[in-house]
């Protein structure tokens, strides 16, 4: 054999400074030669596609073929998909003649000094010349599966059974983070979740912390201890339950989370289970009359759309592929009668005729007239739906109008998967990222992820598509997004989830410009959550940051480990309004910082929910001595009515009580730097059986009220609302014959509000 190396120089991004470690090898093949393709011509591509784990320099690369002849070598930058770009050589072409085909045969290529930052991807691979030299297959059905073919101008994976190709590279890694310096950690072990896929957080027992809902039929309790249990057969949900999704949906306003499954299923169909308010659920499709037929369900979302403070529910049907000749069903749209007690069909005309696969459902009021709009995500390249919501149950599509339908090109859209509502540039209206699942064979009529920016009510409430100049990279198979501040610096950040086995997901930085960052590598996900699917934010063990669930066979609960800045977090209970603030809005405003958040009834795939619970970052850091408020907090409640704070505490969760007040929630961070002319002792005994003991020290004398509250905000009874002389004073509470559970002690005195929760056992 010989062969022959034209190396290169060209500029590179360098790393400062710039730490080297061993040469690594990097395979995604078994090494064991099963065969080959025998059907390749001349100028067809045989490739792998690389992901390296940390910033690296390619030293060398080596391959096992079959036959001998020439091979003109590559070494391609990503396309922004599986494949690589044919147009966009790294180096110049290496051209070599094989004349043995006994054994592995190394290309020296580290006179080129080629470099990749991370998150770069690259591919190496051969154009093939003369002769019949083709590289050998291992037959495994690896996950890591990165070998394609290119035969002509189409792309083919190398799977069923073909394999990985025998094809390595050596790297040396440089600035590499260690492990346990990544923000986010898999903690599945640790906290006992498992089975990740489309994911729902909602507090079910309304004991202060939100447990987590898979697929509809996989329930997993938040012990407030950094644990869950697996409590769905025993909470009703689990027998005999086909589910691929559920969300939570308060829809009879008793204040316990219901349940609406959906399936692909089409022997069953889609399941409502009805809280009972002890741990349990009941099966109700029949005792409410939802029962929307049996078809393929992909997707639902609560929200009230006339703001009567009742939830109505949209249901998003998909497809029967029938062989290839789809049958599509209808959408359903129902309401629920308060005065009947049963679900009513109100689904807008046009839909029942306009059918198409639906994969999500998001709620927002988009044009900001005090009703909420629907989005519809729907894939197999049929346009999205926006449904304007003009009140009485009379809604427009709009989609194209408003500029988010997708680009209709030789009659197609796009495929999207999910999509997620937020103000993610701050300036008082909501923007849509849409992700499209878009293969680069079929870009020239297929629509790649989009970011909507909301242009505001001097366009008419109409969007523009801003995501290539946001920094957001093309990723072919992107699935659900999510938003969250995850750094707490009071800008949201975006998640991507990304299908298909051997893709990552995406988490970019909001760098509060416009612009976004890739931080994968830094965050912890490069190389991580492989095929993901759903995805969701909740800070499930209320340490003031935001954790993030991500679906898949390789996906799981990551905990945010990252330094945390200061925040806040409000918790919305409607009393005229829906009991769990479904549509409402909440703005919080801090210096420079304008943020505003909703209350959603699902978004991305399937009907994934973030935490109800509203999380806004206020930046610095919660470590210092300072004490932090925000200038104000605006309420403006699903229905009508606002309510507005003033110089609010940081730091701190508060349950928003319609027209009646804030209520302070624990959390794990407790600051110091509070004013020190009032301290509350931890309530004693607690847990309790009967009598709980209330401890207070009042430097100067004022009035003070104590009010204790269940976790849905109804007042459950006042302890004291008197004059007290400075000093310790104590107050006892007798239960009696209150039902067993957590509340809410609200302590008021002259210097603000403090509150504790209290756990009453029977």
């Known amino acids: 054999m010989k062969r022959t190396v034209i190396p290169i120089f060209i500029a590179l991004l360098f790393l400062t400074p710039v730490l080297f470690a061993d040469p690594v090898e990097i395979s995604y093949d078994s090494g064991n030669p099963s065969g080959y393709f025998n059907q390749t011509n001349r100028g067809d591509i045989e490739v792998v596609h690389f992901t390296p784990a940390h910033p690296c320099s390619l030293l060398s690369f080596r391959f096992r073929v079959q036959g001998t002849g020439e091979m003109e070598w590559h070494v391609w930058g990503d396309n922004g998909g599986n494949m690589c770009n044919p147009e966009n050589d790294l180096i110049e072409p290496v051209l070599?003649?094989?004349?043995?085909?006994?054994?592995?045969?190394?290309?020296?290529?580290?006179?080129?000094?080629?470099?990749?930052?991370?998150?770069?991807?690259?591919?190496?691979?051969?154009?093939?010349?003369?002769?019949?030299?083709?590289?050998?297959?291992?037959?495994?059905?690896?996950?890591?599966?990165?070998?394609?073919?290119?035969?002509?101008?189409?792309?083919?994976?190398?799977?069923?059974?073909?394999?990985?190709?025998?094809?390595?590279?050596?790297?040396?890694?440089?600035?590499?983070?260690?492990?346990?310096?990544?923000?986010?950690?898999?903690?599945?072990?640790?906290t006992g979740v498992r089975g990740m896929s489309r994911i729902a957080w909602g507090d079910y027992d309304n004991d202060g912390w939100e447990d987590m809902l898979v697929q509809g039929r996989l329930l997993f309790r938040n012990l407030g201890d950094g644990t869950f249990a697996e409590v769905g057969e025993d909470a009703g949900i689990s027998q005999d339950n086909p589910s691929n999704s559920g969300t939570w949906g308060d829809f009879d306003n008793d204040g316990w989370l219901d349940i609406f499954t959906t399936t692909s299923n089409l022997n069953v169909e889609d399941r409502l289970y009805h809280n009972n308010g002890d741990g349990t659920f009941s099966f109700a499709n029949?005792?409410?009359?939802?029962?929307?037929?049996?078809?393929?369900?992909q997707a639902s979302g609560w929200g009230d759309a006339d703001g009567d403070g009742n939830l109505e529910l949209y249901i998003a049907n998909s497809e029967l592929w029938n062989d290839g000749n789809p049958i599509f069903y209808r959408d359903y749209f129902y309401r629920f009668d308060t005065i009947d007690n049963i679900f009513i069909?109100?689904?807008?005309?046009?839909?029942?005729?306009?059918?198409?696969?639906?994969?999500?459902?998001?709620?927002?009021?988009?044009?900001?007239?005090?009703?909420?709009?629907?989005?519809i995500s729907n894939y197999r390249l049929h346009p999205n739906y926006l449904l304007i919501n003009w009140g009485d149950f009379i809604f427009t599509e709009e989609a194209a109008h408003r500029g988010v339908q997708g680009v209709r090109v030789q009659g197609a859209y796009g495929h999207t998967i999910g999509s997620s509502w937020a103000d993610y540039d701050n300036d008082g209206d909501f923007d849509l990222f849409v992700a499209n699942l878009a293969h680069p064979r079929y870009l020239a009529f297929s629509d790649k992820c989009m970011l909507y920016r909301n242009l505001g009510e001097e366009a008419e409430w109409t969007f523009e598509d801003v995501r290539e100049d946001a920094g957001i990279a093309f990723d072919e198979t992107a699935s659900s997004p999510a938003w969250g501040d995850y750094d707490n610096d009071g800008w949201l950040d975006l998640f991507v989830s990304s299908v298909y086995e051997g893709?990552?997901?995406?988490?970019?930085?909001?760098?509060?410009?416009?612009?976004?960052?890739?931080?994968?590598?830094?965050?912890?996900?490069?190389?991580?959550?492989?095929?993901?699917?759903?995805?969701?934010?909740?800070?499930?063990?209320?340490?003031?940051?935001?954790?993030?669930?991500?679906?898949?066979?390789?996906?799981?609960?990551?905990?945010?480990?990252?330094?945390?800045?200061?925040?806040?977090?409000?918790?919305?209970?409607?009393?005229?309004?829906?009991?769990?603030?479904?549509?409402?809005q909440a703005s919080v405003h801090s210096g420079d910082l304008h943020m505003l958040r909703q209350v959603e009834g699902g978004m991305g795939t399937g009907g994934c929910q973030n935490m109800f619970a509203l999380h806004y970052g206020l930046g610095g850091s919660i470590y210092d001595d300072e004490y932090?408020?925000?200038?104000?907090?605006?309420?403006?409640?699903?229905?009508?009515?606002?309510?507005?704070?003033?110089?609010?505490?940081?730091?701190?969760?508060?349950?928003?009580?319609?027209?009646?007040?804030?209520?302070?929630?624990?959390?794990?961070?407790?600051?110091?730097?509070?004013?020190?002319?009032?301290k509350l002792a931890d309530p004693y005994p607690n847990p309790f059986n009967s009598r709980l003991t209330i401890e207070f020290n009042l430097s100067l004398e004022g009035v003070v009220k104590v009010v204790l509250y269940d976790l849905s905000g109804r007042p459950v009874t006042v302890l004291t609302d008197r004059n007290f002389e400075s000093g310790t004073q104590s107050l006892t509470w007798d239960a009696g014959n209150m039902p067993a559970g957590c509340y809410l002690l609200q302590v008021t005195h002259p210097s603000g509000v403090i509150s504790r929760t209290v756990t009453l056992l029977k």
């Open 96 to 190: 070599i003649d094989v004349e043995d085909d006994a054994s592995w045969i190394t290309i020296d290529i580290s006179e080129a000094s080629l470099k990749f930052d991370i998150p770069q991807h690259f591919h190496i691979g051969y154009v093939k010349q003369d002769g019949d030299p083709r590289l050998l297959l291992d037959g495994g059905n690896n996950f890591e599966t990165r070998s394609h073919l290119r035969i002509g101008n189409s792309w083919y994976v190398a799977a069923d059974g073909a394999g990985n190709y025998l094809l390595r590279v050596t790297v040396e890694y440089y600035n590499e983070i260690d492990e346990e310096d990544f923000a986010f950690h898999n903690v599945n072990e640790e």
């Open 286 to 297: 029949n005792e409410y009359w939802l029962n929307n037929g049996r078809d393929e369900t």
């Open 345 to 375: 069909d109100e689904t807008p005309p046009g839909i029942e005729d306009n059918r198409h696969y639906g994969r999500g459902v998001a709620w927002c009021d988009i044009d900001m007239d005090g009703d909420m709009d629907i989005y």
């Open 503 to 584: 893709r990552q997901p995406y988490l970019y930085r909001n760098q509060s410009d416009g612009t976004f960052i890739n931080v994968n590598y830094p965050a912890g996900f490069h190389t991580e959550c492989y095929n993901s699917w759903g995805v969701a934010w909740c800070d499930y063990d209320h340490d003031g940051d935001l954790d993030i669930a991500v679906g898949g066979g390789h996906g799981g609960l990551f905990q945010n480990s990252g330094d945390i800045g200061h925040w806040i977090q409000i918790e919305l209970r409607g009393v005229t309004s829906n009991r769990f603030g479904f549509g409402s």
């Open 628 to 678: 932090v408020e925000v200038d104000s907090l605006i309420i403006n409640w699903i229905g009508g009515g606002v309510d507005r704070y003033f110089r609010i505490g940081a730091d701190r969760r508060y349950f928003a009580i319609q027209g009646e007040g804030l209520l302070e929630a624990p959390s794990i961070n407790r600051r110091a730097g509070l004013p020190d002319d009032f």
